[in-house]
């Protein structure tokens, strides 16, 4: 075996070890734009891109949408001077998401805004921003709509109202809005979309919401439950795992895993409801908990990682010294990238990445390994004279 065959075969043996063992994470702040006070970081891509939104004011809610390269934050306006927020971002850069001009209609919320579509003063419009143009997504009726999941390929999701002003999941293919199917009288939002084509999202009314998955020949299917009645499915990878909320039979809502099919319960009995909003190609998954404090007594929300449908705190893998408390989290990429919510000392949010750091012991492994590389090598070297 060559010293070359020898370097890679211990360097992927000290992965592997690294692969075991629990991850730990350095984290750094999202900073917002100038004189927008909060950030929130809803989407990365495989290159480490990130969008989002700063947050101006929070009642009625004044967002820009905004993305983060190497830490440094830049608005991604739409030339008109509305407000806006970005949802999604594919590996090419593009963004998808929604300028607006009144903000009184829009609500902050668990993964992003909150819309009420039906109000005659809603104006919001699905935008696509590329290279710095933003280009106006032609809802289902013309307008109104919102743009919250784009693939590889370009294809972009979300909803729009229909000629009924009925709220209809829809896919733009080159930039024109198709309905997607839905059941009579339901509300439909479609979240995200992988690179085949299938859609993710959620068909609701009064008395329950269905997790929904559409394929690319735009079939419907309503996903099971972990017993209960509700669900709604956030993300889809290109596994078609599929991940999100669903009703238990005691009536909580538990974060879930869907595989070819079948909901797995990634949540615990004690906890007062969990949630998972994003998943790499990998498989690992993020999301929030929600349960008691042993301090305080109180429910407090906590930002989770699952690998292997184990559950970990991720306040538990970073500094506890940073005095920031992170109490969700929305995406990972496939180097195990994370963006979350946290809290600082000052009671102030704010978006944060976290980046996976080998421990000392797995780069003491490696430095060993090294070590007898060379030592072996230099035992084999021939003399020479």
Do not use: C
């Amino acid at each position: 075996m060559t010293f070359a065959h020898l370097l890679a075969t211990v360097s992927l043996l000290s992965i592997a070890s690294l692969s075991h063992a629990s991850p730990q994470y350095s984290l750094t702040a999202l900073s917002p734009l100038a004189g927008y006070p909060g950030s929130f970081a809803a989407a990365l891509n495989h290159h480490g891109q990130i969008v989002g939104y700063g947050d101006l004011e929070t009642y009625p809610l004044k967002t820009l949408a905004t993305s983060w390269a190497n830490g440094t934050a830049s608005a991604l306006t739409d030339g008109q001077g509305r407000y806006s927020a970005a949802f999604s971002i594919n590996d090419h850069g593009q963004v998808v998401g929604v300028s607006y001009t009144r903000s009184g209609f829009y609500e902050p919320t668990i993964g992003g805004l909150e819309t009420i579509p039906s109000s005659p003063s809603y104006d919001g419009q699905a935008t696509l921003w590329q290279n710095s143009t933003a280009t106006t997504l032609p809802g289902l009726s013309g307008q109104y709509a919102q743009a919250k999941g784009i693939n590889n390929l370009g294809q972009v999701v979300g909803w729009s109202l229909g000629a009924d002003n009925q709220i209809t999941a829809t896919l733009w293919s080159n930039n024109l809005p198709t309905a997607l199917t839905s059941l009579d009288g339901y509300r439909g939002e479609a979240n995200a979309i992988n690179d085949q084509g299938n859609i993710v999202g959620s068909l609701s009314k009064v008395f329950g919401d269905y997790a929904a998955l559409w394929n690319n020949n735009n079939e419907l299917t309503l996903l099971n439950t972990i017993g209960g009645i509700g669900a709604e499915a956030y993300a889809i990878n290109s596994n078609n795992l599929i991940i999100g909320w669903s009703a238990s039979a005691d009536g909580k809502q538990h974060a879930t895993l869907w595989d070819n099919g079948t909901a797995i319960d990634l949540g615990r009995p004690d906890d007062y409801a969990s949630f998972a909003y994003g998943l790499n190609n990998l498989g690992h998954v993020v999301g929030s908990f929600i349960g008691i404090d042993g301090t305080t007594g109180y429910l407090e929300e906590y930002a989770a990682l699952w690998i292997d449908g184990s559950r970990i705190n991720l306040n538990s893998l970073i500094d506890s010294a940073s005095g920031i408390m992170l109490d969700s989290a929305y995406g990972i990429n496939d180097q195990g990238w994370i963006i979350a919510r946290g809290l600082d000392s000052n009671d102030n949010y704010n978006a944060y990445l976290l980046m996976p750091v080998p421990e000392p012991s797995s780069y003491a492994m490696l430095l060993a390994g090294l070590g007898l590389l060379v030592r072996s090598a230099r035992r084999k070297t021939p003399s020479v004279g």
